[in-house]
């Protein structure tokens, strides 16, 4: 899809006109040592969108700061008069939530010194930008007037690392007592080691069965495909919860992201002193894909827990796990507006959102599922819909109608341009129908 059709398509379905390039003013810098990306429409409407951006791997940086998820949205809120803004943040890469706390605010502060201060502003963002809008949301109520988390681990940094804990805990004590899942001394050597490991135990009915136990404590779906139904096959759910562990997970585990976390906590902010595993894999939503697993491989699932509840456990440093509390974990309490969007079969775990909403006032939350696999495999039409929602409730203080067949009737309005998705975990393009649907995951099996 090239620019001019994006603009095109957004005319002929908003009714808002696209906007030339021209008549949109770039706004480049660095504040605090994080660059930032302004644009504002000549027709501004008074309004501000401002973006954050997921937890990006060592090394990696987008050639041009992001300004939304999808890159159709783009000249969609530019053409109805928005203003978007975003800092790159000034550490970028692994968790970042106290700089993007940071860098946001003042990048709106010097929004309201050289634009103009806006009327509204709405903070969004995905995967790990969507835990950073709601906690700049939290700590700006004055500033903030709503928050759209999309794929975000909302739940918050001590449940995400909790999570990730129990799920190289079990892989250790199961499948290579060898690896590190703390103070990891050498992170690049302790990564290979895990891929190697998770790659001999993909290719046995043993080891995917206890893949499938340490994936379970995570809460990972067996379904990361955005293009296709839930696999019946056990093999494959248990191949495609390991193909998202491996590209997204891996590094916040066993590699250097996990390390980086421990040198931004001062030691180690997690653990898993008094965790019952059984009780656990009993509030999984991949409790039945381990059983059937396990059965599968003729193995005893009893003798891998009680292998789990006798192995040396993990302690926390104490003044790490309140840094992490502290920093990355939203509270709930607020008086802005917040919708959240998630798939169901997302490998951040949809139950991030049941274990957040339980924390916030039941008027002012939304919380929108649709009905796919993958990470953030919700299309510009789904996203420009879940954010007109917001919007609504913003301007007029009530909630528009969330049914599902509201929304996929919004988001049909949208030109096949808006429903593409390439699913980058199995390298698949694709056209899709909106998908939106009634759904209330469980909590989370573990919270921190």
Not at 198 to 214: F, H, M, Q, T, Y
Not at 405 to 411: D, I, V
Request: net charge neutral; glycine share 10%; proline share 7%.
């Amino acid at each position: 899809m090239t620019l001019t059709g994006i603009l095109a398509a957004a005319l002929i379905v908003t009714g808002a006109p696209a906007m030339p390039t021209e008549d949109v003013r770039v706004h480049t810098g660095v504040i605090d040592g994080a660059q930032y990306r302004v644009e504002v429409p000549s027709n501004w409407n008074g309004k501000l969108l401002l973006y954050n951006h997921g937890i990006y791997p060592q090394g990696y940086v987008p050639e041009q700061i992001e300004l939304a998820n999808r890159a159709e949205a783009k000249p969609v809120l530019l053409g109805e008069g928005y203003a978007l803004a975003a800092s790159l943040y000034s550490k970028p890469h692994g968790f970042s939530a106290r700089e993007a706390v940071h860098d946001q605010t003042a990048l709106l502060s010097w929004f309201d010194r050289t634009v103009g201060r806006p009327r509204q502003v709405l903070t969004w963002g995905a995967s790990g930008g969507g835990l950073n809008a709601v906690l700049l949301s939290e700590r700006l109520p004055h500033r903030i007037d709503g928050a759209l988390a999309l794929c975000g681990p909302v739940a918050g940094g001590s449940a995400l690392f909790g999570q990730l804990l129990d799920l190289g805990f079990a892989v250790r004590t199961l499948l290579a007592p060898e690896l590190e899942i703390v103070r990891i001394a050498d992170p690049g050597a302790n990564l290979a080691k895990a891929h190697q490991v998770i790659a001999k135990a993909l290719e046995s009915p043993d080891g995917r069965a206890r893949l499938s136990l340490a994936n379970a404590f995570a809460d990972i779906p067996g379904w990361s495909t955005a293009h296709h139904p839930r696999p019946i096959d056990v093999a494959e759910q248990i191949r495609q919860q390991t193909k998202f562990v491996q590209a997204v997970y891996d590094e916040l585990v066993w590699g250097g992201l996990r390390a980086d976390l421990e040198t931004q906590a001062g030691g180690n902010p997690t653990g898993n002193l008094g965790v019952d595993y059984r009780g656990l894999l009993t509030r999984s939503s991949e409790r039945d894909l381990v059983k059937q697993a396990y059965r599968d491989a003729s193995l005893d699932l009893g003798a891998d827990l009680a292998a789990l509840a006798a192995a040396p456990r993990v302690k926390p440093d104490n003044a790490a796990a309140r840094w992490l509390t502290r920093t990355g974990t939203p509270t709930g309490r607020g008086r802005q507006p917040v919708v959240t969007l998630h798939p169901i079969g997302d490998g951040v775990a949809p139950g991030h959102e049941r274990t957040y909403g339980d924390r916030v006032d039941p008027a002012r939350i939304r919380q929108l599922f649709v009905n796919r696999g993958g990470h953030c495999q919700h299309t510009a039409a789904e996203e420009l819909t879940a954010l007109r929602v917001l919007r609504d409730r913003v301007e007029t203080g009530r909630w528009p109608s969330t049914s599902p067949e509201r929304l996929n009737a919004e988001a049909n309005r949208f030109g096949p341009e808006f429903r593409f998705l390439f699913d980058w975990l199995h390298d698949e393009p694709g056209t899709t129908a909106p998908a939106f649907k009634a759904y209330r995951p469980a909590p989370l099996p573990r919270v921190s």
